[in-house]
Nanobody, 125 residues
Framework: VQLQASGGGVVQAGESLRLSCTAS????????VGWLRQAPGKEREFVAA????????VFSNSVKGRFTIARDNAKNTVYLQMNYLKLEDTAVYYC???????????????????WGQGTLVTVSS
């Protein structure tokens, strides 16, 4: 499966942005999709994931309550809606696909087999 992440840009703190992860080559039905990010000079970290069942989600504590994740099966796309953005949300955001059935594993980047290219999100003051 090929994944294409898009939607990054420059926004001010407190604003919103929606990232898209569109797949080609196979359907995302039955596939877990996660978003991970890497800020300058830092290691990549988990942000959010949609379980392969399509009905469960996992969020990191740093974005819980501000970010949501949703699927559009007709468009074969998973969205990351980011609200109340903070300066510390600045990073390159990656989407990735996982076959794992274990919710807790989705927060570990080792659970992901396929990766899209990143999209840069810059939050300014």
């Amino acid at each position: 499966v090929q994944l294409q992440a898009s939607g990054g840009g420059v926004v001010q703190a407190g604003e919103s942005l929606r990232l898209s992860c569109t797949a080609s080559g196979r359907t995302l039905r039955g596939v877990g999709v996660g978003w991970l990010r890497q800020a300058p000079g830092k290691e990549r970290e988990f942000v959010a994931a949609s379980h392969r069942s399509g009905s469960g989600t996992v969020f990191s504590n740093s974005v819980k309550g501000r970010f949501t994740i949703a699927r559009d099966n007709a468009k074969n796309t998973v969205y990351l809606q980011m609200n109340y953005l903070k300066l510390e949300d600045t990073a390159v955001y990656y989407c990735a696909a996982s076959a794992s059935i274990i919710y807790s594993s989705l927060s570990n980047e080792n659970a992901y087999n396929y990766w899209g290219q990143g999209t840069l999100v810059t939050v300014s003051s």
